[in-house]
């Protein structure tokens, strides 16, 4: 049986519950802060007390992973959570995972996306837009170095720059083709493209960040 909250720490887990459940991220402390009127140490102080007493638990690199917990104690599947690092810049000829960039974290739903090693890239312009992925919003990767014919992917054009298009191997050349009448399709050598990822979803920007 886990020990008793006080009134202060119910509040925050009712608070922290609903905030996961109308946006599907955790907030951030900041905004943990600004929406209960109290301090920063006070939210960190309120995460340690109910991971102490088992109402939720911290996973991950930098511990930043929150998972509430059910009754049991047992990951709730209804409430099964994971970090995923926003990657801001890609660095040629390192994994995903191994990145150092990164531009915060995304809190994103464990039972849709299962993958090892995720990684978010935000978007920017609208050449895809056409199949809902638009200025600011977060693309969910799992890590690939291939990719199969009409996938969208991300990939590094030249060792520079990481770009979002539906993927083509022809021929004499690889096609990145974007969602957009507007922009036209971009034609490539074989090795001036590497895939990074494939998009496995898309959360709509801009994100909390926790």
Same mark, same amino acid.
């Given at each position: 049986?886990?020990?008793?909250?006080? /009134?202060?720490?119910?509040?925050?887990?009712?608070? /922290?519950?609903?905030?996961?459940?109308?946006?599907?991220? +955790?907030?951030?402390?900041?905004?943990?802060?600004?929406?209960?009127?109290?301090?920063?140490?006070?939210?960190?102080?309120?995460?340690?007390?109910?991971?102490?007493?088992?109402? /939720?638990?911290?996973?991950?690199? &930098?511990?930043?992973?929150?998972?509430?917990?059910?009754?049991?104690?047992?990951?709730?599947?209804?409430? $099964?959570?994971?970090?995923?690092? !926003?990657?801001?810049?890609?660095?040629?000829? /390192?994994?995903? #995972?191994?990145?150092?960039?990164?531009?915060?974290?995304?809190?994103?739903?464990?039972?849709? #996306?299962?993958?090892?090693?995720?990684?978010?890239?935000?978007?920017?312009?609208?050449?895809?837009?056409?199949?809902?992925?638009?200025?600011?919003?977060?693309?969910?990767?799992?890590?690939?170095? #291939?990719?199969?014919?009409?996938?969208?992917?991300?990939?590094?054009?030249?060792?520079?720059? +990481?770009?979002?298009?539906?993927? &083509?191997?022809?021929?004499?050349?690889?096609?990145?083709?974007?969602?957009?009448?507007?922009?036209?399709?971009? $034609? #490539?050598? &074989?090795?001036?493209?590497?895939?990074?990822?494939?998009? !496995?979803?898309?959360?709509?920007?801009?994100?909390?960040? !926790?």
């Amino acid at each position: 049986m886990r020990p008793e909250l006080t /009134l202060k720490q119910k509040r925050f887990l009712v608070y /922290l519950e609903q905030e996961i459940d109308r946006k599907g991220n +955790a907030p951030s402390l900041r905004k943990a802060a600004a929406d209960l009127d109290i301090s920063h140490a006070a939210v960190a102080q309120f995460v340690r007390a109910l991971e102490k007493k088992g109402y /939720l638990k911290r996973d991950g690199r &930098f511990s930043r992973t929150i998972y509430l917990l059910g009754r049991t104690s047992q990951m709730a599947a209804t409430q $099964r959570w994971r970090e995923v690092p !926003i990657i801001g810049k890609i660095t040629a000829g /390192l994994p995903m #995972y191994a990145q150092q960039e990164w531009d915060g974290t995304v809190v994103v739903d464990g039972d849709v #996306y299962r993958g090892q090693n995720l990684f978010a890239l935000r978007v920017k312009g609208d050449s895809m837009k056409d199949v809902g992925i638009l200025p600011s919003d977060l693309v969910i990767c799992e890590p690939r170095q #291939y990719a199969q014919n009409g996938e969208i992917v991300v990939a590094l054009i030249n060792n520079e720059e +990481a770009t979002v298009k539906r993927f &083509f191997l022809r021929k004499d050349h690889i096609e990145l083709r974007p969602e957009n009448r507007a922009y036209p399709s971009m $034609r #490539y050598g &074989f090795g001036e493209v590497l895939i990074q990822g494939k998009v !496995i979803g898309v959360q709509r920007g801009p994100e909390q960040l !926790i």
